[in-house]
């Protein structure tokens, strides 16, 4: 088995920070989360070929299966992979590593996103930004409004600050590609079968607690940087966005997501939550930060900016840490 360093590992994310920021997802080869959801489909589909007539508790056993064959073959396949790559010469490792790494973040992806909704708002095309707020959110998109829309995009923005950069990296730390990419697909389990639905209520409910629990730090380390960078921008309140989360994250369903959501209400003076519609029944989601004003598209911007904070703060932590160490 190959081992890194911990100076080795800190260099390792900051060049897969910088890769994501310079590239963001690959379009070639396949993304390697969608090799993952390739895969947990495969295991759904024959873990459940037979499942009618089992009780709830078999129904959970096969969720469990699924959840430990999916993390397992995914750390055994990134080890696997970036062990032969070392094995090959050490730099070959390095870049494997660092490449397979940036695959599990995404900042300038969460950014594109929120930019593909942006442009057409502020350009008066609606129909174009409910179309790509479809493409990041499972509500109806059909009647939003622009100010429904510009919440849309910033409610994603701030809840995959959490999923798509700040825990991913902190479980690189623990162990490099493997241990990210496991995470990875942590998370991935969760947006496909993590629904409290009838469907998935007792298959998905292992996945849907595991990330729970996987997120639970790296969340509350999200909502203090997310403080952080609002003291960085004169027009938003650090004060505000702590008291937010002290105040409305605990509203949340999820025991994370409202952490990051209700740090950027709060920081940027607007409620986020609220009425969504799901398959035309509508459903009322907890309301989090005070609405000092209306949503605008522009807050979609702000909320860019505040991720793109955090990941330089990591950065320059990851950095300082390294300095420290030689």
Not at 206 to 211: F, G, K, N, Q
Not at 220 to 243: C, E, F, I
Not at 260 to 275: D, M, N, Y
Request: some cysteine; aromatic content about 10%.
């Amino acid at each position: 088995m190959i081992f890194y360093s911990l100076h080795e590992i800190l260099l390792l994310i900051a060049a897969a920070i910088a890769i994501d920021w310079i590239i963001g997802d690959p379009k070639w080869p396949t993304h390697p989360v969608i090799w993952i959801g390739r895969l947990i489909r495969v295991l759904e589909r024959y873990l459940r070929a037979n499942e009618e007539g089992r009780s709830a508790a078999q129904v959970k056993a096969t969720g469990i299966l699924l959840m430990a064959v999916t993390l397992v073959l995914s750390f055994g396949t990134m080890w696997a992979i970036t062990a032969a790559a070392a094995w090959i010469h050490p730099w070959v490792g390095y870049i494997v590593s660092a490449w397979f790494i940036s695959t599990t973040i995404a900042v300038k992806g969460l950014k594109d996103a929120a930019m593909l909704v942006y442009r057409p708002l502020i350009a008066d095309r609606l129909e174009d930004a409910r179309k790509y707020v479809g493409y990041i959110v499972g509500r109806d998109t059909s009647q939003l409004t622009p100010s429904e829309a510009s919440r849309a995009a910033v409610e994603t923005v701030a809840e995959n600050t959490v999923d798509a950069f700040v825990s991913p990296i902190l479980f690189a730390l623990i162990g490099a590609a493997p241990v990210a990419m496991m995470y990875r697909a942590a998370n991935t389990l969760d947006s496909m079968v993590g629904y409290r639905n009838e469907h998935y209520v007792n298959f998905g409910w292992c996945s849907a607690r595991i990330d729970d629990v996987l997120n639970y730090i790296p969340a509350r380390l999200t909502g203090l940087m997310l403080t952080v960078a609002a003291l960085l921008h004169k027009r938003m309140s650090a004060a505000r966005a702590w008291s937010s989360i002290s105040k409305f994250a605990r509203r949340h369903p999820s025991p994370n997501s409202g952490i990051p959501e209700s740090a950027v209400a709060g920081a940027l003076g607007i409620e986020l939550g609220g009425l969504n519609y799901y398959f035309g029944e509508p459903s009322e989601r907890a309301r989090m930060g005070w609405p000092l004003r209306e949503l605008e598209p522009y807050d979609i911007v702000r909320s860019v900016w505040l991720l793109y904070v955090v990941s330089i703060l990591i950065m320059v932590g990851v950095l300082t840490i390294w300095l420290f160490l030689l």
